[in-house]
C-alpha cells in the first residue's frame, strides 16, 4: 500500500536480531528503502555486521554517542556516499545499573544526565545533523514507552528520561514542520529486547502486559517496524509530532 523505493534510512540501535531497531531496519528495506546501520563498539559487531549484510546496507559503522565525533562521522559518510537522507531511526537509550535499579529520587547527577544525553540529546543531535540532508522532508523516529507517562514499577529513572524524549520529539516536530520533516517517537508496548533485560522483574512485567492488553498479545519488533514504515511514507506525510502506541492496547486499560 505504501513504498519507501529509493529512500534512504539510517538506522541506530540494532544490537541483535531481536532489537526494535532491527525490526524496523527490515521494514524499511521490505519496502525498498536503502540502508544505513551502526554498531555500539566492537563487542557488538559481531551480531550487527552480518544483520547489515543480510539486509544489504550500504553503509555500517561503528557508533558510540558518547565517544565525541563519532556521531559526526557517520553524517559525513552518509553525505558523501548518498548525498540525503530520508528516514532515521534513533533507538538508543542507557542509564546507569546503580541509577537504574533504584529510586528515582536517589538518581545521582552524573547517572542523571548520562541518561538523558544519550537517551534524549543524542536524538536531538542526530536530527540536527539530519537537517541538512533532509532538504526534501524527512521523517524522524525515537523510542519510546508507557512508562514515560505512567508509573512502572522497576522502570525507575527511564520514566522520566523517556518523557523528556517525548517532549523534544513535539519540539522538534513543531521547529521543522515547515521544511517537511516529521519527527515521531515510536512508544510499543513491553518487549523481550536486550536492552530491557537490565531492568529488574521485567518477565513480571511482560506477563503482566500480556494479560492485561485487549489483545492479550504483546507487540512484536515486526509489528513496531511497520508503524515506523508507515510513518516514513509518503501517505503519512501530515502526521508529526505523535507518540504511536503499539501495544495491543495495553496502555488504555491502566
Given at each position: ?17 531481536a532489537?526494535i531497531a532491527?525490526?524496523?531496519?527490515r521494514?524499511?528495506?521490505?519496502q ?14 559481531p551480531?550487527?555486521?552480518?544483520l547489515?549484510?543480510?539486509?544489504g ?30 528516514i532515521l ?15 528515582v ?25 539530519a537537517?541538512?540532508?533532509m ?8 523510542v ?30 513543531a ?45 512484536s ?16 506525510r ?10 495491543g ?6
Open positions: 500500500m505504501f513504498s519507501l523505493s529509493g529512500r534512504k534510512a539510517l538506522v541506530v540501535g540494532i544490537a541483535n536480531d532489537s532491527c525490526g524496523c531496519a521494514a524499511f528495506r521490505a525498498g528503502a536503502d540502508l544505513a546501520v551502526t554498531w555500539l563498539n566492537r563487542k557488538a559487531e551480531f550487527v555486521r552480518p547489515a549484510e543480510e539486509l546496507a550500504d553503509i555500517a559503522l561503528p557508533l558510540d554517542v558518547t565517544q565525541p565525533g563519532q556521531t559526526e562521522a557517520v553524517f559525513d559518510e552518509i553525505g558523501r556516499r548518498w548525498g540525503k537522507l530520508d531511526l534513533h533507538s538508543i537509550a542507557f542509564a546507569p545499573k546503580e541509577d537504574l535499579h533504584g529510586r529520587i536517589d538518581c545521582s547527577s552524573d547517572g542523571f544526565a548520562k541518561a538523558m544525553d544519550v537517551s534524549v540529546h543524542s536524538f536531538l543531535r542526530m536530527i540536527r545533523l537537517e541538512p540532508l532538504a526534501e522532508g524527512g521523517c524522524c523516529l525515537s519510546s514507552f508507557f512508562g514515560s507517562s505512567r508509573v512502572v514499577q522497576h522502570y525507575n529513572v527511564m520514566g522520566p528520561v523517556k518523557a523528556a524524549l517525548e517532549s523534544a520529539t513535539r519540539y522538534a516536530a521547529e521543522l514542520g515547515e521544511k517537511r520533516i516529521r519527527v515521531h517517537a515510536l512508544s510499543p508496548g513491553p518487549l523481550a529486547t536486550r536492552a530491557a533485560s537490565g531492568i529488574d522483574h521485567f518477565d513480571e512485567l511482560l506477563d503482566a502486559a500480556a494479560r492485561r492488553a485487549p489483545t492479550h498479545q504483546l507487540a519488533i515486526a509489528d513496531v517496524g511497520a508503524m515506523a514504515a508507515f510513518l516514513a511514507s509518503d501517505e503519512a501530515n502526521l508529526t509530532g505523535g507518540v504511536h502506541d503499539i501495544d492496547g495495553f496502555s488504555i486499560t491502566a
